[in-house]
Nanobody, 120 residues
């Protein structure tokens, strides 16, 4: 059974940083792509970043330079480093994994999400 468990969310002040983790089990982690997505209150889910099996990354244009996705295949974990956080980054952040064409779709595997709140 595939499980994705996100952690690292919380409350942070504007300008602060957080690092989210997505720990995977039940899947051959090294050969899958992984993405972070987020859903803000009242908005549609949107792409944050993806990383493929070779480590190539892709980011939402609006987040380039502030967010960094990385993976540690030895630990079956993907990270999302978020810097210079803004109130508009407040959302539930979801980890998504699977073959690259399935990212962002119901065909991939999804975690339960972790809440990130940016507020003073």
């Amino acid at each position: 059974q595939v499980q994705l468990v996100e952690s690292g969310g919380g409350l942070v002040q504007p300008g602060g940083s957080l690092r989210l983790s997505c720990a995977a089990s039940g899947i051959v982690f090294s050969i899958i792509a992984v993405g972070w997505y987020r859903r803000a209150p009242g908005k549609e889910r949107e792409l944050v970043a993806t990383i493929n099996m070779w480590g190539a990354t892709n980011y939402a244009d609006s987040l380039k330079g502030r967010f960094t996705i990385s993976r540690d295949n030895a630990e079956n974990t993907v990270y999302l480093q978020m810097n210079s956080l803004k109130p508009e980054d407040t959302a539930v952040y979801y980890c998504n994994a699977g073959p690259a064409p399935t990212l962002g779709t119901s065909l991939g595997y999804w975690g339960q999400g972790t809440q990130v709140t940016v507020s003073s």
